[in-house]
């Protein structure tokens, strides 16, 4: 039963690019969430999706924008890359939580590690 | 909103050491705790969670109790060993059917021999 998988691995982009990631739900999970990891801090929530819809937003630019695919799978899209950006990016999957699945933690991918020049 | 504060690392502990890593939280409603593990150039792993008041979540020698009456979920380790070396993450997830999850600063524990 394959986890949450994530590429690329690593990733080097410049100043005012634009960038893809992706990522693939644990099997029978419908719903995906994108976090950005700083150097020396905890995860930042940058949004989530479920039914290929953008549920919540955190406190991201709309440079950061994503999509959701019919079989689950998920893209974060960021344009007009900034130096700031640089950071460990992080996918969970869970399925949508009714109250029985509310308290199911998410399952994390290893991330995509973006260096920006 | 939600929040997450984490006593701030570095932890360095001589091995068989007794650990404790605070972690308090601000919440509405009813959320579930957690904490994780992240090793060196690795993703996050859960290490263990409580769902409601007064749950105890343990693995791996970890011990951690969700405390509603001071909005607290402290990790504890008896006995510390080299391999437990790693960034340990306190963190929140909302009630409710959207499970954005909110996480403490981290904290990096250091083992010696």
């Known amino acids: 039963d394959a986890g949450v998988t994530q590429s690329p691995t690593h990733l080097i982009k410049t100043r005012g690019q634009q960038v893809t990631l992706r990522c693939s739900p644990k099997s029978g999970h419908d719903t995906v969430s994108w976090y950005q990891q700083a150097l020396g801090q905890g995860p930042q929530f940058i949004f989530q999706y479920y039914e290929e819809e953008e549920r919540q937003r955190g406190n991201f630019p709309d440079r950061f924008s994503g999509h959701q695919f019919p079989n689950y799978s998920s893209e974060l899209n960021v344009n007009a890359l900034l130096l700031g950006d640089s950071a460990l990016y992080l996918c969970?999957?869970?399925?949508?939580?009714?109250?029985?699945?509310?308290?199911?933690?998410?399952?994390f991918g290893d991330g995509t590690r973006l260096s920006i020049l | 909103g939600n929040s997450v504060t984490q006593m701030e690392g570095p932890v360095t502990l001589s091995e068989e050491a007794f650990l404790t890593i605070n972690c308090t939280y601000t919440?509405?409603?009813?959320?579930?705790l957690f904490w994780y593990v992240q090793y060196p150039g690795e993703g996050l792993q859960l290490l263990l969670k409580?769902?409601?008041?007064?749950d105890k979540g343990s693995n791996k020698g970890f011990e951690a109790t969700y405390r509603k009456e001071t909005t607290s979920f402290h990790l504890e380790k008896g006995s510390v060993q080299v391999s437990d070396s790693a960034v340990y993450f306190c963190?929140?997830?909302?009630?409710?059917?959207?499970?954005?999850?909110?996480f403490g600063i981290g904290t990096k524990l250091q083992v010696i021999p």
């Open positions: 963190a929140l997830q909302s009630s409710g059917g959207y499970q954005k999850v909110t």
């Open positions: 919440a509405t409603g009813y959320p579930s």
């Open positions: 969970a999957s869970s399925l949508f939580g009714q109250e029985t699945y509310s308290n199911q933690p998410q399952h």
């Open positions: 409580a769902t409601k008041a007064d």
